[in-house]
Protein backbone atom coordinates (compact mmCIF):
# COMPACT_ATOMS: atom_id res chain seq x y z
CA UNK A 1 0.00 0.00 0.00
CA UNK A 2 1.23 3.46 -0.69
CA UNK A 3 2.41 5.86 1.89
CA UNK A 4 -0.14 9.14 2.20
CA UNK A 5 1.63 12.08 1.29
CA UNK A 6 0.64 13.90 4.63
CA UNK A 7 2.60 10.93 6.45
CA UNK A 8 5.60 11.44 4.69
CA UNK A 9 8.78 13.12 5.98
CA UNK A 10 10.56 16.15 4.60
CA UNK A 11 13.36 14.07 3.13
CA UNK A 12 10.91 11.89 2.17
CA UNK A 13 9.34 14.63 0.08
CA UNK A 14 12.53 16.12 -1.01
CA UNK A 15 13.20 12.94 -2.74
CA UNK A 16 9.90 12.34 -4.53
CA UNK A 17 10.47 15.72 -6.09
CA UNK A 18 13.69 15.52 -6.93
CA UNK A 19 12.60 12.21 -8.60
CA UNK A 20 10.00 13.55 -10.51
CA UNK A 21 12.34 16.60 -11.66
CA UNK A 22 14.26 13.56 -13.45
CA UNK A 23 11.41 11.66 -14.80
CA UNK A 24 10.09 14.87 -16.42
CA UNK A 25 13.88 15.56 -18.12
CA UNK A 26 14.07 15.29 -21.49
CA UNK A 27 17.24 12.94 -23.27
CA UNK A 28 19.35 16.06 -23.54
CA UNK A 29 18.70 17.11 -19.58
CA UNK A 30 19.65 13.47 -18.51
CA UNK A 31 22.81 13.16 -20.30
CA UNK A 32 23.82 16.56 -19.16
CA UNK A 33 23.07 15.74 -15.71
CA UNK A 34 24.32 12.30 -15.85
CA UNK A 35 27.72 13.99 -17.22
CA UNK A 36 27.90 16.44 -14.89
CA UNK A 37 27.31 13.79 -12.13
CA UNK A 38 30.75 12.23 -13.46
CA UNK A 39 32.90 15.58 -13.84
CA UNK A 40 32.04 16.33 -9.79
CA UNK A 41 32.54 12.78 -8.30
CA UNK A 42 36.27 12.44 -9.99
CA UNK A 43 38.07 14.15 -6.75
CA UNK A 44 41.57 13.03 -6.34
CA UNK A 45 41.79 11.16 -2.96
CA UNK A 46 44.72 11.86 -1.01
CA UNK A 47 47.79 8.50 -1.53
CA UNK A 48 48.26 5.90 1.04
CA UNK A 49 51.47 8.10 1.74
CA UNK A 50 49.87 11.12 3.03
CA UNK A 51 47.00 9.56 5.03
CA UNK A 52 49.70 7.59 6.70
CA UNK A 53 51.79 10.89 7.30
CA UNK A 54 49.09 12.85 8.44
CA UNK A 55 47.95 10.30 11.04
CA UNK A 56 51.77 10.19 12.43
CA UNK A 57 52.00 13.95 12.58
CA UNK A 58 48.14 13.98 14.11
CA UNK A 59 49.54 11.38 16.94
CA UNK A 60 53.08 13.55 18.25
CA UNK A 61 50.75 16.46 18.93
CA UNK A 62 49.42 16.87 22.30
CA UNK A 63 46.28 16.53 23.18
CA UNK A 64 44.26 19.02 25.48
CA UNK A 65 43.79 15.72 27.61
CA UNK A 66 47.83 15.69 27.96
CA UNK A 67 47.58 12.46 26.39
CA UNK A 68 49.86 12.02 23.41
CA UNK A 69 52.05 9.03 22.02
CA UNK A 70 56.38 9.24 22.63
CA UNK A 71 58.57 10.11 20.18
CA UNK A 72 60.18 6.88 20.29
CA UNK A 73 56.86 4.97 19.34
CA UNK A 74 56.45 7.44 16.25
CA UNK A 75 60.02 6.80 15.37
CA UNK A 76 59.38 3.06 15.85
CA UNK A 77 55.86 3.43 13.50
CA UNK A 78 57.66 5.48 10.77
CA UNK A 79 60.14 2.62 10.64
CA UNK A 80 57.80 -0.15 10.31
CA UNK A 81 55.51 1.77 7.91
CA UNK A 82 59.05 2.36 5.75
CA UNK A 83 59.91 -1.30 6.25
CA UNK A 84 56.46 -2.45 5.38
CA UNK A 85 56.40 -0.05 1.66
CA UNK A 86 53.72 2.42 3.10
CA UNK A 87 56.20 4.76 3.07
CA UNK A 88 59.09 5.70 0.46
CA UNK A 89 62.45 4.83 2.19
CA UNK A 90 64.91 7.48 3.66
CA UNK A 91 67.04 8.52 1.18
CA UNK A 92 70.52 7.49 1.79
CA UNK A 93 73.02 9.94 2.81
CA UNK A 94 76.23 10.15 0.60
CA UNK A 95 79.61 10.87 2.65
CA UNK A 96 80.17 14.09 0.42
CA UNK A 97 76.85 15.61 2.18
CA UNK A 98 78.28 14.64 5.82
Do not use: W
Not at 37 to 60: D, M, N, R, Y
Not at 86 to 91: D, E, V, Y
Amino acid sequence: MKKRNCRKTDIEREQHDRAIRVRKMTDAQLCEYLDGLGVTQAEPQPSKEEIITAFLEAITIRRDDGLRVSDATVRKLKAMARRDGFLPPLPELDDDML
